[in-house]
Antibody, heavy 118, light 112 residues
């Protein structure tokens, strides 16, 4: 059974940093790219970032480029989202997800809430 | 970025009746590998999203066959043949052909 479990959310001041983690199990981790998707309170979904299966490519939405960095550890089956220079508008539930577009089984985690507030 | 415009944003439905959600992309989604990467997601209240359809018309495992997807150029459609109570949710389209990937605004299915 596939599991994606996010952690690391919390309340942080604008301009500060936070690192989210996503622990994966139940599938061959190193065969899959992993996405981060966020959802502001009461709003729709926003795709944030992707890291390819071996970590050699990363893609980001424009609003987080230069501030967020996605990485992975294929030995520990972990994906990370390092979020720097956080803004109030980064407040959202952050989901880790696999296979948003491809043939492999899709799955989302339960999400972790990040609140950026002074 | 590719804009994904969904309509309607709110869809009152009658249980047992069909429903249809549209999604229009601002650019073609046909990838050089010969496929269009358009997915549909369902998000029930208080839950994480769940993928229903990938590559326009392929249903995910466990998704009832009353859900179907289709395309016509840059217009994509999610059809529900007969709405059931468990289908009350918000539905999102998402394109995965171009970077960055982008979602539609969401369509909220409500009981009429």
């Amino acid at each position: 059974q596939i599991h994606l479990v996010e952690s690391g959310g919390g309340v942080v001041q604008p301009g500060r940093s936070l690192r989210l983690s996503c622990a994966a199990s139940g599938f061959i981790f190193s065969d899959n790219g992993l996405h981060w998707v966020r959802q502001a309170p009461g709003k729709g979904l926003e795709w944030v970032a992707l890291i390819t299966k071996n970590g050699d490519e990363e893609y980001y939405t424009d609003s987080v480029k230069g501030r967020f960095t996605v990485s992975r550890d294929n030995f520990r089956n972990m994906v990370y989202l390092q979020m720097d220079s956080l803004r109030v508008e980064d407040t959202a539930t952050y989901y880790c997800a696999k296979s948003l577009t491809g043939d492999a089984a899709g799955h989302w985690g339960q999400g972790t809430l990040v609140t950026v507030s002074s | 970025d590719v804009l994904m415009i969904q309509s309607p944003l709110f869809l009152p439905v009658t249980l047992g009746q069909p429903a249809s959600i549209s999604c229009r992309s601002s650019q073609g989604l046909f990838h050089s590998d010969g496929t269009s990467y358009l997915s549909w997601f369902q998000q029930r209240p208080g839950q994480s999203p769940r993928r229903l359809i990938y590559r326009v018309s392929h249903r995910d495992s466990g998704v009832p066959d009353r859900f179907s997807g289709s395309e016509s150029g840059t217009d994509f459609t999610l059809d529900i043949s007969r709405v059931e109570a468990e289908d009350i949710a918000t539905y999102y389209c998402m394109q995965g052909t171009h970077w960055p990937h982008t979602f539609g605004q969401g369509t909220k299915l409500e009981i009429k």
